[in-house]
């Protein structure tokens, strides 16, 4: 079921991301099966599941490109204009689905990692638990709001 899930967000997300790009999602299942197993243990419609994990897509990619940000000349602002381009389709996601809290939740995460990053300490981790943790907080408020 994970693996159909990472296809179907990598399908999805290309569909988004608008063709002049040329970007290509090219993360390896296992970047990404860590969070789709996160989000197979939350009771969400599959198709939220998708596009969260769409959007963790994207930002992986864009830390991915960051922070391989070396040497010079084409490939040097390919690398940084995806990584931008990327930073803001996820913003972009996040309002055009309604994901408003996960946005607010997110942003001081990922700009935290990128903090790290430019320090030479990356702590790739540290998305995943912020997903991890606004799941819990979702759950946790949709459990409370059907209890009153």
Not at 31 to 59: C, E, F, G
Not at 89 to 117: D, G, N, R, T
């Amino acid at each position: 079921m994970n693996i159909k899930l990472v296809h179907d967000a990598i399908h999805l997300l290309q569909g988004e991301i608008s063709p002049e790009t040329g970007i290509i999602l090219d993360l390896k299942d296992e970047d990404v099966l860590p969070m789709a197993d996160l989000l197979l243990r939350y009771d969400l419609p599959t198709d939220r599941q998708s596009r969260l994990l769409s959007i963790y897509i994207a930002i992986k990619l864009a830390l991915l490109r960051h922070r391989s940000c070396e040497g010079s000349g084409e490939n040097l602002t390919r690398k940084v204009l995806d990584g931008d381009y990327l930073y803001s389709f996820y913003i972009e996601l996040c309002l055009h689905w309604e994901e408003y809290e996960l946005l607010s939740h997110l942003a001081p995460v990922i700009k935290q990692m990128q903090i790290k990053i430019i320090e030479g300490n990356p702590e790739d981790e540290r998305l995943l638990k912020g997903w991890e943790l606004f799941l819990q907080l979702e759950n946790n408020r949709r459990r409370t709001s059907q209890a009153i």
